[in-house]
Protein backbone atom coordinates (compact mmCIF):
# COMPACT_ATOMS: atom_id res chain seq x y z
CA UNK A 1 0.00 0.00 0.00
CA UNK A 2 2.68 2.62 0.70
CA UNK A 3 4.57 1.76 -2.18
CA UNK A 4 1.52 2.42 -4.36
CA UNK A 5 1.16 5.42 -2.62
CA UNK A 6 4.72 6.42 -3.61
CA UNK A 7 4.09 5.75 -6.95
CA UNK A 8 0.97 7.60 -7.32
CA UNK A 9 2.51 10.60 -5.88
CA UNK A 10 5.71 10.26 -7.49
CA UNK A 11 3.51 10.74 -11.15
CA UNK A 12 1.36 13.47 -9.59
CA UNK A 13 3.64 15.64 -8.10
CA UNK A 14 5.28 16.75 -11.32
CA UNK A 15 2.08 17.55 -12.74
CA UNK A 16 0.64 19.23 -9.98
CA UNK A 17 3.65 20.90 -10.01
CA UNK A 18 3.46 22.27 -13.36
CA UNK A 19 -0.67 23.53 -12.85
CA UNK A 20 0.53 25.30 -9.40
CA UNK A 21 3.87 26.55 -10.49
CA UNK A 22 3.86 29.60 -13.01
CA UNK A 23 7.92 29.53 -13.17
CA UNK A 24 7.98 25.65 -14.13
CA UNK A 25 4.99 26.47 -17.18
CA UNK A 26 7.60 28.99 -18.20
CA UNK A 27 10.52 26.56 -17.97
CA UNK A 28 9.02 24.70 -20.10
CA UNK A 29 7.86 26.90 -22.22
CA UNK A 30 11.31 28.26 -22.85
CA UNK A 31 12.80 24.76 -23.50
CA UNK A 32 9.94 24.40 -26.12
CA UNK A 33 11.54 27.69 -27.42
CA UNK A 34 14.99 26.61 -27.29
CA UNK A 35 14.61 23.17 -29.32
CA UNK A 36 12.58 25.05 -31.93
CA UNK A 37 15.78 27.85 -32.42
CA UNK A 38 18.07 24.39 -32.53
CA UNK A 39 15.54 23.23 -35.03
CA UNK A 40 15.70 25.37 -37.31
CA UNK A 41 19.39 25.96 -37.01
CA UNK A 42 19.12 29.40 -34.87
CA UNK A 43 20.07 27.91 -31.11
CA UNK A 44 23.62 28.93 -31.08
CA UNK A 45 23.22 30.66 -27.86
CA UNK A 46 20.51 29.17 -26.08
CA UNK A 47 21.48 26.89 -23.08
CA UNK A 48 19.47 23.64 -24.25
CA UNK A 49 20.65 23.83 -28.00
CA UNK A 50 24.49 24.17 -26.27
CA UNK A 51 23.65 21.20 -24.72
CA UNK A 52 22.52 19.25 -27.75
CA UNK A 53 25.81 20.30 -29.90
CA UNK A 54 27.73 18.92 -26.73
CA UNK A 55 26.00 15.56 -26.87
CA UNK A 56 26.82 15.50 -30.79
CA UNK A 57 30.17 16.27 -30.60
CA UNK A 58 30.86 13.53 -27.89
CA UNK A 59 28.98 11.20 -30.38
CA UNK A 60 31.00 11.42 -32.81
CA UNK A 61 34.01 10.87 -30.99
CA UNK A 62 32.19 7.66 -29.59
CA UNK A 63 31.62 6.37 -33.32
CA UNK A 64 35.44 6.71 -33.95
CA UNK A 65 36.91 4.85 -30.87
CA UNK A 66 33.67 2.76 -29.31
CA UNK A 67 35.63 0.30 -27.11
CA UNK A 68 38.41 2.35 -25.71
CA UNK A 69 37.37 5.90 -25.83
CA UNK A 70 39.60 8.57 -26.41
CA UNK A 71 41.52 8.91 -23.27
CA UNK A 72 39.70 10.64 -20.62
CA UNK A 73 42.85 13.25 -20.54
CA UNK A 74 42.26 14.20 -24.08
CA UNK A 75 38.44 14.42 -24.02
CA UNK A 76 38.41 18.26 -23.88
CA UNK A 77 40.95 18.82 -25.91
CA UNK A 78 39.12 16.34 -28.63
CA UNK A 79 35.78 17.74 -28.37
CA UNK A 80 36.79 21.12 -28.74
CA UNK A 81 38.41 19.59 -32.30
CA UNK A 82 35.28 18.27 -33.10
CA UNK A 83 33.46 21.61 -32.41
CA UNK A 84 35.90 23.01 -35.06
CA UNK A 85 34.95 20.41 -37.64
CA UNK A 86 31.31 20.65 -37.32
CA UNK A 87 30.72 23.65 -35.65
CA UNK A 88 33.02 26.49 -36.22
CA UNK A 89 30.51 29.38 -35.62
CA UNK A 90 30.98 28.85 -31.84
CA UNK A 91 33.47 30.61 -30.13
CA UNK A 92 36.25 28.36 -28.70
CA UNK A 93 35.28 29.89 -25.08
CA UNK A 94 31.82 28.67 -25.73
CA UNK A 95 32.14 24.74 -26.67
CA UNK A 96 31.06 22.54 -23.77
CA UNK A 97 31.97 19.37 -22.53
CA UNK A 98 29.43 16.48 -22.64
CA UNK A 99 26.65 17.60 -20.63
CA UNK A 100 26.18 13.89 -19.12
CA UNK A 101 28.25 12.04 -16.86
CA UNK A 102 28.13 8.92 -18.73
CA UNK A 103 28.52 10.16 -22.09
CA UNK A 104 32.05 11.90 -20.80
CA UNK A 105 33.15 8.33 -19.53
CA UNK A 106 31.38 7.07 -22.58
CA UNK A 107 33.70 9.37 -24.53
CA UNK A 108 36.87 8.73 -22.84
CA UNK A 109 37.05 5.52 -21.66
CA UNK A 110 34.85 3.84 -23.93
CA UNK A 111 32.42 0.98 -23.48
CA UNK A 112 34.66 -0.99 -20.96
CA UNK A 113 35.37 2.35 -18.92
CA UNK A 114 31.80 3.11 -18.99
CA UNK A 115 30.80 -0.78 -17.78
CA UNK A 116 33.55 -0.26 -14.82
CA UNK A 117 32.17 2.86 -13.54
CA UNK A 118 28.49 1.28 -13.70
CA UNK A 119 29.88 -1.48 -11.78
CA UNK A 120 31.55 0.98 -9.18
CA UNK A 121 28.44 2.87 -8.76
CA UNK A 122 26.22 -0.56 -8.47
CA UNK A 123 28.85 -1.75 -6.01
CA UNK A 124 28.10 1.17 -3.97
CA UNK A 125 24.54 0.33 -3.00
CA UNK A 126 25.24 -3.51 -3.36
CA UNK A 127 28.31 -3.13 -0.68
CA UNK A 128 27.34 -3.86 2.96
CA UNK A 129 23.87 -3.66 2.02
CA UNK A 130 23.65 0.28 1.31
CA UNK A 131 20.49 0.33 -0.43
CA UNK A 132 19.26 0.06 2.93
CA UNK A 133 20.34 3.05 3.96
CA UNK A 134 18.28 6.11 3.43
CA UNK A 135 21.14 8.65 3.70
CA UNK A 136 23.16 6.65 1.16
CA UNK A 137 20.32 5.57 -1.15
CA UNK A 138 18.95 9.28 -1.56
CA UNK A 139 22.32 10.48 -2.03
CA UNK A 140 23.63 8.08 -4.96
CA UNK A 141 19.77 8.39 -6.51
CA UNK A 142 20.40 12.64 -6.21
CA UNK A 143 23.95 11.69 -7.75
CA UNK A 144 22.59 9.29 -10.48
CA UNK A 145 19.67 12.13 -11.62
CA UNK A 146 22.61 14.89 -11.53
CA UNK A 147 25.07 12.61 -13.69
CA UNK A 148 22.18 12.57 -16.47
CA UNK A 149 22.20 16.53 -17.24
CA UNK A 150 25.84 17.64 -15.95
CA UNK A 151 29.39 15.81 -16.11
CA UNK A 152 29.32 15.91 -12.20
CA UNK A 153 32.48 14.43 -11.22
CA UNK A 154 34.85 15.78 -14.43
CA UNK A 155 36.02 18.51 -11.70
CA UNK A 156 37.66 18.37 -8.48
CA UNK A 157 35.04 20.22 -6.87
CA UNK A 158 32.15 17.26 -8.29
CA UNK A 159 35.01 14.79 -6.54
CA UNK A 160 34.91 16.61 -3.43
CA UNK A 161 31.07 16.97 -3.33
CA UNK A 162 31.10 12.82 -4.56
CA UNK A 163 33.54 11.82 -1.73
CA UNK A 164 32.60 13.80 1.54
CA UNK A 165 28.59 13.05 0.94
CA UNK A 166 29.38 9.65 0.13
CA UNK A 167 31.90 9.20 2.73
CA UNK A 168 29.63 10.91 5.57
CA UNK A 169 26.90 8.17 4.47
CA UNK A 170 29.08 5.29 4.69
CA UNK A 171 30.54 6.65 7.84
CA UNK A 172 27.18 6.91 9.40
CA UNK A 173 25.96 3.80 8.37
CA UNK A 174 29.03 1.81 10.19
CA UNK A 175 28.18 3.94 13.28
CA UNK A 176 25.25 2.98 13.05
CA UNK A 177 25.83 -0.97 12.21
CA UNK A 178 28.41 -0.66 15.27
CA UNK A 179 25.64 0.32 17.56
CA UNK A 180 23.35 -2.65 17.24
Known amino acids: IVGLFLLVGLFTAPILAFITMPSIQTKIAYMKYDFLQYQEGKGLGYSDSERIHSLQMAKYLIREKPLLGVGAGDVK ?104
Not at 131 to 160: M, W
Open 77 to 180: IKMHQKYAEFLPQIKASERKMPHNEFVSILVGTGLIGLVLFIMFCSGLLLFNQNYKEPLILSFLLILFFSFLVENTIENALGVAFFLLFLLVGLNYSKRKNLML
